[in-house]
């Protein structure tokens, strides 16, 4: 069976590296791109089941590759899940009109986002026309058996 491919887009080695790991051990192929542009070059060439997306980032930010998937491309089959520091309201209204799948929160348990990577794979056969989910997600403890929190201090994503 092909193993399902994920591309992860994000400028913060730690967060990378760990969830990286995780994904791998879980049976996923992964690709990481640390800025927009090389994330649209590696959408094109790794064509991913789903894509872990960052929003600020340097060169381009996570908006502007979310429209390039959904509107340059015309991919709405591929689940974008958006991972961001940014607490904003606004923000997150216009990450889901770009065309995110998921809007999820950091800190977040590197398990937690396995978890949902798993359900919008499960469920990843059209965005179009679907009401995209927002999930306001703060970093919980680990619980007993072990999960791995990713930390970002707040307004770490701001810098870049």
Avoid at 104 to 123: D, F, Q, S, W
Avoid at 134 to 159: F, H, N, R, S
Wanted: charged share 30%.
């Amino acid at each position: 069976m092909e193993k399902k491919r994920i591309l992860i887009v994000d400028d913060e080695r730690s967060f990378t590296s760990v969830l990286s790991v995780l994904l791998e051990k879980s049976g996923f192929e992964v690709v990481v791109a640390d800025n927009g542009l090389r994330a649209v070059e590696e959408f094109e060439i790794f064509q991913p089941h789903a894509v872990v997306l960052d929003i600020y980032m340097p060169l381009m930010d996570g908006i502007k590759v979310c429209k390039f998937i959904r509107v340059e491309k015309q991919n709405l089959s591929v689940p974008i899940i958006a991972v961001t520091a940014y607490h904003d309201e606004e923000k997150q209204q216009e990450v889901i009109e770009a065309g995110a799948s998921l809007y999820l929160k950091k800190p977040i348990e590197a398990t937690e986002l396995l978890g949902h990577i798993r359900n919008v794979l499960e469920g990843s056969s059209d965005v179009e026309g679907k009401e995209s989910e927002v999930k306001e997600l703060e970093g919980t403890a680990p619980e007993a058996g072990g999960g791995t929190t990713v930390e970002v201090p707040p307004g770490a994503e701001d810098e870049n």
